[in-house]
């Protein structure tokens, strides 16, 4: 709505200059020469203006973003973070030496995470069934990347969204069968399932650096928070 009043503000500015312009040429009057850079003036300096204001609310955005993702990593997907990082064969990466990382080693932890391997079909079923069991914060995202203007949030949560309803799907017609062994027989569908869950791992370190450089206090708390589930993982 903002965006189509400024466009009908600039054109109209546009036309009153082009207007002083014709009265110029007509009347050769030298006065509607400076009458007529005043629009264009006042334009230069709307746009400026748009421009900080659009800089400040993606600001503001990201910084909801990161508080929305605090929320959700702490809460709804931790347990499905902690089967992904337990399914790991390489990079070797844990809960605890994320927390205790130095920033420069989280930015290598992030660098060697560009190449995963699983330990086995079945540690990546794990982590798929923690992805269906996660619906529901695929779709809190999705909407909070409409409300937000997020596109490559929205994009990403419709294909997570996709390939949960391929493994409900699956799941209906075979309840006993592993989804994985089914995509490893297909191309396409294991290429899709690694992305999905390598995606995952590379988006808790991006939001680990994220927090460990802008809010040191807050990437502590979510990492504890892990290990404390984690110990009682290990004890129940």
């Known amino acids: 709505m903002r965006k189509s009043k400024t466009i009908a503000f600039s054109v109209g500015l546009v036309a009153a200059s082009a207007i002083f312009v014709f009265l ?10 400076h009458l007529a850079a005043i629009p264009l003036e ?25 508080y ?7 809460s709804q997907m931790r347990d499905l973070f902690i089967a992904d990082f337990a399914a790991l ?21 992030r660098r060697q995470a560009e190449r995963i391997e699983y330990r086995s079909l079945e540690a990546m079923e794990t982590v798929v069934g923690e992805y269906v069991a996660a ?8 909407e909070r ?6 596109e490559e949030i929205f ?16 799941k209906a017609k075979h309840p006993h069968a592993h989804f994985i062994h089914e995509a490893a027989k297909r191309a396409d569908l294991m290429a899709t399932t690694e992305k999905i869950l390598t995606d995952g791992i590379r988006l808790f370190l991006d939001y680990a650096l994220e927090l460990k450089e802008k809010k040191p206090v807050l990437f502590e708390e979510m990492m504890a928070d892990y290990e404390t589930a984690m110990r009682l993982r290990e004890t129940a």
């Open 24 to 33: 110029e040429g007509w009347t050769h009057w030298e006065f509607f020469w």
């Open 42 to 66: 006042i334009l230069i300096a709307v746009f400026i203006v748009e421009s900080i204001l659009e800089r400040h609310e993606s600001r503001g955005r990201r910084q909801q973003l990161m």
């Open 68 to 74: 929305i993702k605090s929320y959700m990593f702490r």
């Open 89 to 109: 064969k390489s990079p070797a990466l844990t809960m605890d030496g994320i927390r205790r990382a130095s920033l420069d080693e989280l930015r290598e932890m």
């Open 135 to 142: 619906e529901p914060v695929w779709h809190a995202f999705r």
């Open 145 to 150: 990347a409409i409300t937000y203007n997020f």
């Open 155 to 170: 994009l990403d949560m419709i294909a997570i969204l996709h390939f949960v309803y391929d493994v409900r799907s699956f």
